[in-house]
Nanobody, 125 residues
């Protein structure tokens, strides 16, 4: 098992930046593919970005491509999401998720077994 704890959320103005971090403990971190999801009020949980075990491959939803960057540090057991050019449409609770069963990055939230508690990101216009 792995335990995940997110941090770094907050309130930011449109056009601003935030960096989210997810700290993992438990099972060896490098055995997990990692992802960030988000959920806005009244909407389904959405895949935002994913990164493979080695950190060599990253995937993004189209709406954040070029604005968000996912990275991981397998020594520190952390995965970060650097968010730039934020817009009110990015307002959501952001969740860190881990998956060790698949050889590829899963993009459906129901396929992930391990989740953090979530961190709120609010972008004001």
């Amino acid at each position: 098992q792995v335990q995940l704890v997110e941090s770094g959320g907050g309130l930011v103005q449109a056009g601003g930046s935030l960096r989210l971090s997810c700290a993992a403990s438990g099972r060896t971190f490098s055995t997990y593919n990692m992802a960030w999801f988000r959920q806005a009020p009244g909407k389904a949980r959405e895949f935002v970005a994913g990164i493979n075990r080695s950190g060599g491959r990253q995937y993004y939803v189209d709406s954040v491509e070029g604005r968000f960057t996912i990275s991981r540090d397998n020594v520190k057991s952390t995965v970060d999401l650097q968010m730039t050019s934020l817009s009110p449409e990015d307002t959501a609770v952001y969740y860190c998720a881990a998956d060790w069963t698949s050889s590829y990055i899963r993009k459906t939230w129901t396929e992930y077994s391990y989740w953090g508690q979530g961190t709120q990101v609010t972008v004001s216009s």
